[in-house]
Nanobody, 124 residues
Framework: QVQLVESGGGTVQTGGSLRLSCSAS????????VGWFRQAPGKERDFVAA????????YYAPSAKGRFTISIDNARKTVYLLMNSLKPEDTAKYYC?????????????????WGQGTRVTVSS
């Protein structure tokens, strides 16, 4: 079993930055992929970024590329999502998710474990 806890959300002005954290516990190790997804009210859950624990390979949604950076701290078993140049359209609840052997990290149904989410609000 894997448990995920997100933190770091909050309210920021347009152009500001936030760093989200996803702390993992349980049997998470090299074969896992961790992804970040977001869901705005009344909208579907969208892929933001993902990282493979063993290789460090990263994947980004077009909306995130160039502004967001996903990274891993292996010692802390924590995955970070650094978000720069935030826009009002980034407002959503952000979730981290994990699974083993994820061929397509962009697909939310590929993930087995989910955190409770952390809310991000970007004011204009």
């Amino acid at each position: 079993q894997v448990q995920l806890v997100e933190s770091g959300g909050g309210t920021v002005q347009t152009g500001g930055s936030l760093r989200l954290s996803c702390s993992a516990s349980g049997r998470i190790f090299g074969s896992y992929t961790v992804g970040w997804f977001r869901q705005a009210p009344g909208k579907e859950r969208d892929f933001v970024a993902a990282i493979r624990w063993s290789s460090g390979s990263t994947y980004y949604a077009p909306s995130a590329k160039g502004r967001f950076t996903i990274s891993i701290d292996n010692a802390r078993k924590t995955v970070y999502l650094l978000m720069n140049s935030l826009k009002p359209e980034d407002t959503a609840k952000y979730y981290c998710a994990a699974a083993r052997e994820v061929p397509r990290p962009q697909l939310h149904y590929a993930y087995d474990y989910w955190g409770q989410g952390t809310r991000v609000t970007v004011s204009s």
